[in-house]
């Protein structure tokens, strides 16, 4: 078998990968294989994301506002800089979510926040604490001293 | 006593979670925003249950290693001197890996076979965090994540499986062909790209959008309850076809690991891995947690038992007398 990068010398390095049950196959001379070491890693997961995307023409002058990331360099890395860049490089990055996912439809839940309340001591505790991170140390006594005064007056009563 | 005891280790869901705007880790230079990270996940951390708090630019080499050795850090973070840090319950059924690949990544881990109880208490720790920062999230692709692969729910379910009877006969291979096709994925112990060391295996979900967090769960369990019963059927055979032989093998094993004084870590777990067969097949008795052992005596961790610094040939010597002890204080014994 002809390597598939040069097609002149006889494949000696097969890459198998498989994404979404479907089979991806590689076979590379050594030489090739060693030129593109990048390619053979294409067994971690960003690899395999980064290799489809040296098959998939893009516009490449894209820049995402927020972080800067151009969509070359996701290209190359197969990672987002931000949250923003989903949004910046959309053309080109949902094709490959879409293959790497099989779908584009999230079905998940959605954030579902929670604030917990804190106990009045707890909330003094916190900030005492914060003062000293802060290194307020007259703050951090003054609620100390309402802490104690908290808790003296928990036991006597 | 758990159906799949002696083949179920552990299970796990991650959660991958980012902030929104503030770009991933990777990109993000800030200071504030790194501090910004932090803070906001030490406080849910306050909220939520005891915890230890740890940058990884505060900590040994040692250190590091160690708490990676114990599956609460992933190998990245444990490098990760510039920005990373770790939320780790006192527990340690539950870490919060701030500035791995993504801002958050909660785990939560058990014991046994159930994913369900992992899912919930990291989920809760994702509830609180939603509550004090902008997650990113999109309705079309779900939770935002620095690599594309772990969009929508940002979870990974993973069950970590002891099969040494699949292993011998060599059928984990088509095993793990089958599994590959269902959209799941096998790992090593200690994950992507990681050997299977002491026939121990991860099987967990590859795809992360698409489907809800309880499909996610439920397949995954599903694909491990028919590798545990492949495994159980093995294990039958095994028995019946080695026979004597087998038996041979596992006392041979729990004599070295009784009796030897000097023990590397490669020996320790070829030689564990065949006592858990053991104790498995009513061969062997210990009661106390052989798989925390193996842990125990990986080398960071041996170290900090140590309490001080050991090189390699001293650990192998500390790490069998370690191994002594515990197994006789476990009541090991030839049944």
């Given at each position: 078998?002809?390597c598939d990068k040069c097609k002149k010398r006889?494949a000696s390095v097969?890459i198998?990968?498989?994404?979404?049950?479907?089979?991806?196959?590689k076979h590379l001379c050594s030489e090739c294989a060693r030129d593109y070491d990048s390619e053979l890693d294409i067994?971690?997961?960003?690899?395999?994301?980064?290799s489809?995307?040296s098959?998939?023409?893009?516009?490449?002058?894209?820049?995402?506002?927020?972080?800067?990331?151009?969509?070359?360099?996701?290209?190359r890395?197969?990672?987002?800089?931000?949250?923003?860049?989903?949004?910046?490089?959309?053309?080109?990055?949902?094709?490959?979510?879409?293959?790497?996912?099989?779908?584009?439809?999230?079905?998940?839940?959605?954030?579902?926040?929670?604030?917990?309340?804190?106990?009045?001591?707890?909330?003094?505790?916190?900030?005492?604490?914060?003062?000293?991170?802060?290194?307020?140390?007259?703050?951090?006594?003054?609620?100390?001293?309402?802490?104690?005064?908290?808790?003296?007056?928990?036991?006597?009563? | 006593?758990?159906?799949?005891?002696?083949?179920?280790?552990?299970?796990?869901?991650?959660?991958?979670?980012?902030?929104?705007?503030?770009?991933?880790?990777?990109?993000?230079?800030?200071?504030?925003?790194?501090?910004?990270?932090?803070?906001?996940?030490?406080?849910?951390?306050?909220?939520?249950?005891?915890?230890?708090?740890?940058?990884?630019?505060?900590?040994?080499?040692?250190?590091?290693?160690?708490?990676?050795?114990?599956?609460?850090?992933?190998?990245?973070?444990?490098?990760?001197?510039?920005?990373?840090?770790?939320?780790?319950?006192?527990?340690?059924?539950?870490?919060?890996?701030?500035?791995?690949?993504?801002?958050?990544?909660?785990?939560?881990?058990?014991?046994?076979?159930?994913?369900?109880?992992?899912?919930?208490?990291?989920?809760?720790?994702?509830?609180?965090?939603?509550?004090?920062?902008?997650?990113?999230?999109?309705?079309?692709?779900?939770?935002?994540?620095?690599?594309?692969?772990?969009?929508?729910?940002?979870?990974?379910?993973?069950?970590?499986?002891?099969?040494?009877?699949?292993?011998?006969?060599?059928?984990?291979?088509?095993?793990?062909?089958?599994?590959?096709?269902?959209?799941?994925?096998?790992?090593?112990?200690?994950?992507?790209?990681?050997?299977?060391?002491?026939?121990?295996?991860?099987?967990?979900?590859?795809?992360?959008?698409?489907?809800?967090?309880?499909?996610?769960?439920?397949?995954?369990?599903?694909?491990?309850?028919?590798?545990?019963?492949?495994?159980?059927?093995?294990?039958?055979?095994?028995?019946?076809?080695?026979?004597?032989?087998?038996?041979?093998?596992?006392?041979?094993?729990?004599?070295?690991?009784?009796?030897?004084?000097?023990?590397?870590?490669?020996?320790?777990?070829?030689?564990?891995?065949?006592?858990?067969?053991?104790?498995?097949?009513?061969?062997?008795?210990?009661?106390?947690?052989?798989?925390?052992?193996?842990?125990?005596?990986?080398?960071?961790?041996?170290?900090?038992?140590?309490?001080?610094?050991?090189?390699?040939?001293?650990?192998?010597?500390?790490?069998?007398?370690?191994?002594?002890?515990?197994?006789?204080?476990?009541?090991?014994?030839?049944?």
């Amino acid at each position: 078998m002809l390597c598939d990068k040069c097609k002149k010398r006889q494949a000696s390095v097969h890459i198998k990968t498989l994404i979404n049950g479907v089979y991806v196959e590689k076979h590379l001379c050594s030489e090739c294989a060693r030129d593109y070491d990048s390619e053979l890693d294409i067994l971690s997961p960003s690899g395999i994301v980064s290799s489809m995307f040296s098959t998939i023409e893009g516009p490449t002058a894209k820049r995402c506002k927020n972080c800067g990331t151009t969509a070359t360099e996701f290209k190359r890395s197969g990672k987002a800089g931000c949250s923003e860049c989903y949004k910046a490089f959309e053309d080109t990055i949902l094709p490959i979510v879409k293959r790497v996912q099989g779908t584009l439809n999230h079905v998940g839940r959605a954030p579902s926040p929670v604030v917990k309340e804190r106990s009045e001591i707890d909330q003094l505790r916190y900030e005492m604490e914060e003062a000293v991170r802060k290194e307020d140390y007259r703050l951090a006594a003054e609620i100390r001293d309402k802490i104690k005064a908290l808790e003296g007056g928990r036991q006597d009563g | 006593m758990d159906k799949y005891d002696g083949i179920v280790i552990s299970s796990r869901v991650r959660l991958a979670r980012n902030v929104e705007g503030i770009p991933f880790p990777k990109k993000l230079n800030d200071e504030r925003a790194f501090s910004t990270i932090m803070k906001a996940g030490e406080d849910c951390a306050k909220d939520c249950f005891p915890y230890k708090f740890y940058q990884m630019a505060h900590l040994s080499t040692i250190d590091r290693q160690a708490i990676f050795e114990r599956h609460l850090i992933s190998r990245e973070l444990a490098v990760n001197t510039k920005n990373g840090a770790v939320i780790i319950s006192d527990s340690e059924d539950l870490s919060v890996m701030i500035n791995e690949e993504d801002h958050y990544r909660i785990q939560a881990i058990n014991k046994g076979f159930d994913l369900q109880d992992a899912y919930s208490r990291a989920s809760d720790f994702d509830n609180v965090l939603a509550g004090r920062v902008k997650l990113a999230y999109s309705d079309k692709l779900g939770y935002l994540t620095s690599c594309p692969t772990n969009l929508g729910t940002g979870m990974r379910a993973s069950v970590m499986v002891f099969l040494p009877a699949l292993t011998f006969s060599g059928k984990i291979n088509s095993i793990i062909n089958s599994i590959q096709q269902l959209s799941l994925t096998v790992r090593g112990v200690y994950g992507e790209g990681s050997k299977a060391e002491g026939y121990t295996y991860q099987i967990s979900n590859q795809v992360s959008l698409g489907q809800t967090e309880k499909e996610i769960i439920d397949n995954v369990t599903k694909v491990v309850d028919v590798v545990c019963e492949a495994e159980i059927e093995e294990r039958k055979n095994l028995q019946s076809i080695e026979g004597v032989r087998l038996t041979d093998k596992i006392m041979r094993a729990y004599g070295t690991l009784t009796n030897a004084y000097v023990l590397s870590t490669a020996e320790l777990l070829e030689c564990a891995s065949l006592v858990k067969l053991g104790m498995a097949f009513g061969l062997v008795r210990f009661d106390g947690d052989i798989n925390g052992l193996i842990i125990s005596c990986q080398p960071a961790n041996l170290i900090k038992i140590a309490g001080k610094n050991l090189n390699a040939d001293e650990r192998d010597v500390f790490r069998a007398e370690t191994v002594r002890k515990v197994l006789k204080k476990g009541n090991g014994g030839n049944v």
